[in-house]
C-alpha cells in the first residue's frame, strides 16, 4: 500500500552532466576531427567526443534555412543515402569546413553549434522531469498555490509566478479576481486565447434541468479529466467561482503524475498494462447529434519516459474493445488506478468561494467535487479551456525577456 511519502519532486527539465572545467561553451573547441564509415568523429578540448552523422550534417548545414522564418529549405531526399564529406578541415575561426561529394556544395559549421546539438553528447545526459510532484501533503501548505488575480493582471512577475505553478505543480488557485460573468477573459488573456470547444466559452458549471453533461447537475462527481474522448483534450482548464454559497460542492483534486509515478516504482505490472492497452472513451457532441470516441492509454509517456497525459474519467469510458486475452488485466489495472485516483493519501480537498480560479493542468490533475443541493444556495462556476503550448510557450517568453 501507498505509505503517504512526504517528499516533493522538484528539478528543471534537463539537468546536464558538468563540463570539464568549462563554464562557457563559447570556450570549447574542437581539437580533432577524423572521417569514419557514416560519421565525423570530434574531439573536443574538454576531452568530449561527438560522432555527426554525414546526412544529419547536411541535413543542418547553416544554409540550409531560411534566414527569416528559420525554416528549412533545404531537401535532404535530394542528395543520396551515400553522401560523405570529400574534404574537411577546420578554417581560422574554428568553424568545422566540409566539402560534400554531391552538389557542389560547402558547409560551414560553428562549433558552439555543434556542441549544443550533439546528439552524442545529449544523449548522455540524465533527463530530469520538470514536474514537483504532489500528494495530500500540500493541504498543510496550500496557500503556497495562492496568487492574487491582481498581481497576474498587473505584473509580468506576477505572471510568472502563475505560469510557473501551473507548469511545474499543474495547479493553483487566482485568488480575489472579479465575479462579473466572462470576466476571467481580461487575466487569461495575459496567457493567450483560449481554447475553444463547442461547449462554448465560458461554459457553465451551473444546475440545469435536463442537463447534457453531468457537471451541470448537483450530482457529486468522481475526478476525472476533461474531455478525454478527444484526439487532444484541452490542456489547461479554470473553473472561476462566481457564487458557492449551497450545501456540499466542495472541490477535490489528485495529481495524477503523482499516483503513476507510485505505481511506476511500486505496481510495475498494473503500470505496464496502464501506458501500453489503449481504453477507448466516448461522448455525444450535442451541436452535431453525434459521438465521438478516442483510444488511448490512462497513462501516456514522452520519449523521456516522462509523463505526457493521465486519461482517466469514469463517466465516458466506452465498453472497453481490447483483446479478450487482456480485458482482465486491463480491468483490474483500471480498477487499482481509479481507486487511487481517490486515495486520500494523495487527493486534497478544498472549496472554491466568490473569485477564485481553480487552474489546473486537464492532463495531469484530475479534479471532481462533492454533491451540493441546489435548494440550499446558489453555485455557478464559469469554465475556460487552453492549450498547454500556449502555457509553456508564454512562459519561455518572458523568461526569455527577462534574461
Not at 488573456?189 to 440545469?208: D, G, L, W
Not at 497525459?309 to 469514469?314: A, E, L, Q, T
Not at 481490447?322 to 487527493?347: E, I, T, W
Not at 462556476?381 to 526569455?400: A, F, P, T, V
Amino acid at each position: 500500500m501507498y505509505e503517504g511519502k512526504k517528499q516533493e519532486y522538484f528539478c528543471e527539465k534537463f539537468i546536464e552532466k558538468p563540463l570539464k572545467n568549462i563554464k562557457n561553451l563559447n570556450m570549447v573547441k574542437i581539437d580533432n576531427v577524423e572521417k569514419k564509415d557514416k560519421n565525423l568523429s570530434v574531439k573536443w578540448s574538454d576531452g568530449e567526443q561527438s560522432n555527426f552523422n554525414y546526412l544529419w550534417l547536411r541535413d543542418n548545414c547553416p544554409t540550409a534555412h531560411d534566414k527569416d522564418s528559420n525554416h528549412r529549405m533545404f531537401n535532404i531526399l535530394e542528395v543520396s543515402k551515400d553522401i560523405n564529406p570529400k574534404n574537411y578541415s577546420l578554417n581560422d575561426e574554428g568553424k568545422l569546413k566540409i566539402e560534400w561529394s554531391e552538389g557542389n556544395h560547402t558547409s560551414y559549421y560553428d562549433p558552439k553549434w555543434l556542441r549544443e546539438n550533439c546528439y552524442t553528447i545529449n544523449n548522455k545526459k540524465k533527463y530530469i522531469s520538470p514536474y514537483q510532484l504532489w500528494d495530500n501533503s500540500l493541504s498543510k501548505n496550500f496557500e503556497s498555490i495562492y496568487i492574487d488575480h491582481d498581481e497576474i493582471i498587473n505584473s509580468d512577475k506576477g505572471l510568472v509566478k502563475w505560469l510557473e505553478l501551473l507548469h511545474h505543480k499543474g495547479i493553483a488557485i487566482v485568488k480575489n479576481a472579479p465575479i462579473e460573468k466572462k470576466s476571467a477573459f481580461d487575466v487569461l488573456h495575459r496567457i493567450s486565447h483560449v481554447r475553444e470547444t463547442f461547449f462554448k466559452t465560458p461554459f457553465e458549471v451551473i444546475n440545469i434541468p435536463k442537463p447534457n453533461n453531468s457537471a451541470y447537475t448537483a450530482h457529486a462527481l468522481r475526478n476525472h479529466m476533461d474531455l478525454p474522448w478527444f484526439e487532444l483534450p484541452p490542456g489547461y482548464q479554470f473553473l472561476h467561482c462566481l457564487i458557492n454559497d449551497a450545501q456540499g460542492g466542495d472541490s477535490s483534486a489528485i495529481d495524477g503524475f503523482a499516483v503513476a509515478e507510485y505505481l511506476k516504482k511500486n505496481e510495475k505490472e498494473i503500470f505496464e498494462t496502464l501506458i501500453s492497452v489503449p481504453l477507448k472513451f466516448r461522448d455525444k457532441d450535442y451541436t452535431q447529434e453525434s459521438h465521438r470516441s478516442f483510444h488511448a492509454p490512462a497513462i501516456s509517456l514522452t520519449k523521456d519516459k516522462d509523463f505526457h497525459d493521465i486519461r482517466f474519467s469514469v463517466a465516458t469510458m466506452d465498453a472497453l474493445d481490447c483483446h479478450p486475452d487482456q480485458m482482465d488485466k486491463v480491468y483490474k489495472a483500471h480498477h487499482r488506478f481509479g481507486n487511487l485516483l481517490h486515495d486520500d493519501k494523495f487527493q486534497i480537498k478544498f472549496r472554491l468561494g466568490p473569485g477564485d480560479i481553480f487552474s489546473f493542468n486537464n492532463r495531469r490533475v484530475l479534479h471532481g467535487r462533492t454533491a451540493f443541493d441546489p435548494n440550499s444556495g446558489h453555485r455557478h462556476l464559469q469554465g475556460y479551456y487552453l492549450d498547454r503550448d500556449e502555457i509553456i510557450g508564454r512562459l519561455e517568453y518572458l523568461k526569455k525577456q527577462k534574461s
